[in-house]
Nanobody, 120 residues
Framework: QVQAVESGGGLVQPGGSLRLSCAASTSGKSINTMGWYRQAPRKQRELVAVITSGGSTNYADSVKGRFTISRDNAKNTVYLQMNSLKPEDTAVYYC??????????????WGQGTQVTVSS
């Protein structure tokens, strides 16, 4: 019902940059909040950043000032620009998207994840 497909992960040196993209699709009425989460080995999945359809954003303290989330509503696509990357940013990054259906139900779709590795 709600699908999300990420792209853009890879290997980067400390201090480098990467840009992740996620395209969402839905059989519902609209895509609402979209977000990025990450999960490092042996750790729980954590919020990185979220953005509403109106453009309001929220970031984890650990990425504030380094990461920027943005979206293209016409394409149902969300981006995560990651600058000044640190080894501790290494994780699988997941995109999610909330979609409103005509019966008022909100469903959340998750992407398959994309690996980001920060290492020299």
């Amino acid at each position: 019902q709600v699908q999300a497909v990420e792209s853009g992960g890879g290997l980067v040196q400390p201090g480098g940059s990467l840009r992740l993209s996620c395209a969402a699709s839905t059989s519902g009425k609209s895509i609402n909040t979209m977000g990025w989460y990450r999960q490092a080995p042996r750790k729980q999945r954590e919020l990185v950043a979220v953005i509403t359809s109106g453009g309001s954003t929220n970031y984890a303290d650990s990425v504030k000032g380094r990461f920027t989330i943005s979206r293209d509503n016409a394409k149902n696509t969300v981006y995560l620009q990651m600058n000044s990357l640190k080894p501790e940013d290494t994780a699988v990054y997941y995109c999610n998207a909330d979609s409103l259906f005509s019966d008022g139900t909100v469903y959340t779709g998750w992407g398959q994840g994309t690996q980001v590795t920060v290492s020299s």
